[in-house]
């Protein structure tokens, strides 16, 4: 048997026993055997050896003299430190009694005497490996205990993390969810905002109509939808359609009672157009007093002429504004959207000038045709390149000869010129005539820039002229003035700058301006004319017979010459109704003083007449055409 202690660094045996020979016996066989042997005799020192050797199995003898083998292993046996040391009785006492208290007290085993080295040899060494199978076991165990101590104790602080892990997701969680709450709300905020937003920017505050933008979107909406090819037969076609409407006197009524009485004004305006608007249909505000009604595809031509007639029909119904009761009119523009839209854009701009050409109709609306757009972008074109011509110095003036009618008339001589402006666009070869144009520049400040521009010419003109001959008489020029530009509040101060600039003296000039043009709110212009008329300068009222002056109008006038119309000249011979016209025209101007002009003589038998009647004057081709500067002033020579 191979014993493992063996192999191990030799064991330590203590021996105690009291008899001398037993322990030399004992000591050799075991020195020989490889352990390291302690000997001692007696129980007593035994256990003083025990507080500085710690031996690895102690073979114990019973009977001794001071302390019995029996007390010696209780004490060890009973002290902890010692308790595991395996001990072997070897005795004399071989009785039971004895082997039972031996092993009653911890002993390991018992060997009677007389003992066999062998073995004894041989219980040591199975006791030794039974020892440090033990101790292994136990160290074993203590490790075991350890490890599962530790494994206790990373149980429980894996358990205690995953507690606080469950804390914290908990907190977590109820943060999070605290957030989202916090979130939903602020976004549930923003939306409303938004949507308060997207109201405000989408309708008018004031009527709670959608405004522009938003009918510029469902306009949009129209457009891109609309199924009706191009051109159709307008009457028997269903549409989709655009009203743009607008109120007269809307703006003095806001600006004498208030804005507040404006507003409600606003309001009732849009109550009614609301009420007249069948399903579907939407009505907005576009701005101050235009509104727009915007209706669905299939609405018929004869569902639009009844819806306007209704909606001019409410509009007009009396409103109580405080203590005035108004009455209104409204304009409309009709708009047919046909899939020539591509723009909303387009369609607004077409409702717009539908409803400035409304104004002028006597019903109040029209539906608009592609034939005015092309008309207004030719005025828009014309009038741009009028402004640059102005700027340009392309215009010029022309001078048509007034004459003293005589017989014949090839020696009549002049009197004045009628200073005519004259325009060759850029890039043509004719003339434009000053009908196609000053009508246009009348509807801006163009035409106080044009008539400022004529005006200058032909004093500097004049001047020019009497300067290369100071002692002949040069004739008058006639200039013919705009209401409008005499209305301006600059306008006397502009004449006078340049008549000093130009040092013309005002009884060379004579202003015209148009009978029809004085008809109106006048006072300001008379105040004008007279005031031009004390400084010298002479009135015409031009075109006259076309208008409607009364005798009592034209007393109060300060007017000087009156130029007959050409219509009437013209017709004079095949109407014998104008020659009597002219004769009167003639005769009015005898009583009251005043120079006549007759305008378009043509013909030498027109001339005679006038001459017969006893108009004084005369102007027209069979004189002389419109004449450029030069060609002007070599008449004079
Ligand atoms: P108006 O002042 O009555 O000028 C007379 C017009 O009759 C001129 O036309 C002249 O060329 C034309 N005329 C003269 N004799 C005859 C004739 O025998 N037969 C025919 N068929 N026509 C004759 P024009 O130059 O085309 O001017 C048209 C109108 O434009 C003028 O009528 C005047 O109202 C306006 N106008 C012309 N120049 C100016 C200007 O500088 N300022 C303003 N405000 N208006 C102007
Ligand atoms: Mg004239
Ligand atoms: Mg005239």
Redesign the pocket.
């Known amino acids: 048997m191979v014993l493992r202690h063996q192999v191990r660094s030799p064991s330590k045996i203590l021996i105690v026993d009291d008899i001398l020979s037993n322990l030399r016996l004992l000591s050799m066989a075991l020195s020989q055997a490889g352990y390291d042997v302690i000997n001692v005799t007696s129980g007593t020192r035994a256990m003083m050896m025990m507080a500085s050797e710690r031996p690895d199995l102690i073979l114990l003898d019973i009977q001794m003299p001071d302390l019995d083998g029996f007390s010696v292993c209780r004490q060890l046996h009973d002290n902890e430190a010692t308790a595991d040391i395996p001990i072997i009785f070897m005795s004399a006492l071989a009785q039971v009694p004895d082997k039972l208290r031996a092993f009653s007290v911890g002993a390991a085993d018992y060997i009677t005497k007389p003992f066999q080295p062998a073995e004894v040899l041989v219980r040591i060494a199975h006791h030794l490996e039974l020892g440090y199978l033990r101790r292994t076991l136990k160290t074993q165990n203590q490790k075991l205990r350890i490890i599962l101590q530790q494994y206790e104790l990373a149980e429980a602080q894996i358990h205690q993390t995953n507690q606080e892990l469950e804390q914290r997701v908990l907190t977590r969680t109820n943060q999070l969810h605290k957030a989202m709450c916090i979130l939903q709300q602020e976004s549930h905020e923003r939306q409303q905002a938004q949507a308060k937003l997207m109201h405000m920017a989408m309708y008018d505050s004031l009527t709670g109509l959608p405004n522009r933008t938003r009918l510029i979107e469902l306009l949009e909406e129209t457009v891109t939808q609309n199924p009706f090819p191009l051109n159709p037969q307008p009457l028997q076609s269903r549409w989709s359609a655009l009203l743009m409407l607008d109120c007269d006197r809307f703006r003095t009524i806001n600006d004498t009672l208030g804005h507040l009485q404006g507003d409600r004004l606003l309001m009732e305006i849009a109550a009614r157009i609301l009420v007249s608007v069948p399903t579907h249909g939407v009505a907005a505000r576009l701005a101050d007093d235009k509104f727009a009604i915007l209706l669905p595809m299939g609405t018929t031509h004869t569902v639009i002429t009844s819806l306007v007639q209704r909606l001019q029909q409410r509009i007009a119904a009396p409103i109580a504004l405080g203590d005035h009761e108004i009455t209104i009119s409204a304009h409309v523009g009709v708009v047919l959207v046909d899939s020539s839209y591509c723009h909303a854009e387009h369609v607004l701009r077409d409702g717009s000038l539908a409803l400035i050409q409304a104004k002028q109709k006597p019903e109040g609306w029209l539906v608009f045709q592609p034939e005015m757009h092309r008309r207004a972008l030719h005025r828009l074109t014309l009038e741009s390149q009028l402004r640059q011509a102005l700027r340009q110095q392309q215009l010029q003036?022309?001078y048509?000869p007034i004459v003293t009618l005589t017989s014949p008339t090839t020696a009549a001589p002049i009197v004045g010129y009628?200073?005519?402006?004259?325009w060759q666009p850029e890039g043509t070869s004719d003339f434009l005539?000053?009908?196609d144009f000053?009508p246009l520049?009348?509807e801006s400040d163009l035409?106080s820039q044009?008539?400022n521009w004529?005006f200058r010419t032909v004093c500097e003109q004049l001047s020019q002229w009497h300067r290369a001959y100071p002692l002949q008489k040069i004739p008058f020029v006639s200039?013919?003035?705009?209401v409008r530009?005499l209305q301006g509040e600059q306008f006397v101060q502009q004449i006078d700058t340049v008549l000093k600039q130009t040092q013309v003296q005002p009884a060379w000039l004579k202003f015209?301006i148009?009978e029809n043009l004085l008809i109106g709110d006048t006072q300001a212009v008379f105040e004008t004319l007279a005031q031009l008329r004390r400084w010298g300068i002479q009135i015409s009222i031009?075109?006259f017979g076309t208008g409607y002056s009364s005798l009592s109008y034209l007393k109060q006038l300060p007017v000087d010459t009156l130029?007959i119309?050409?219509a009437f000249i013209?017709d004079m011979k095949s109407d014998r109704d104008n020659l009597k016209i002219v004769e009167a025209i003639v005769q009015l101007a005898q009583v009251l003083d005043l120079d006549v002009v007759a305008?378009?003589?043509?013909t030498e038998w027109q001339a005679q007449q006038l001459i017969n009647l006893g108009c004084s004057y005369g102007?027209?081709?069979?004189f002389s055409?419109?004449l450029d500067r030069i060609a002007a002033w070599n008449l004079l020579c």
Not at 418 to 422: D, F, K, Q, S, T
Not at 619 to 622: D, E, R, S
């Open positions: 003036v022309f048509q009628e200073a005519l402006v004259r005539s000053p009908a000053i520049a009348e035409i044009l008539g004529v200039v013919n003035f705009s530009h015209e148009t031009d075109d130029k119309d050409r013209k305008e378009g003589i043509e102007q027209g081709y069979l055409q419109p």
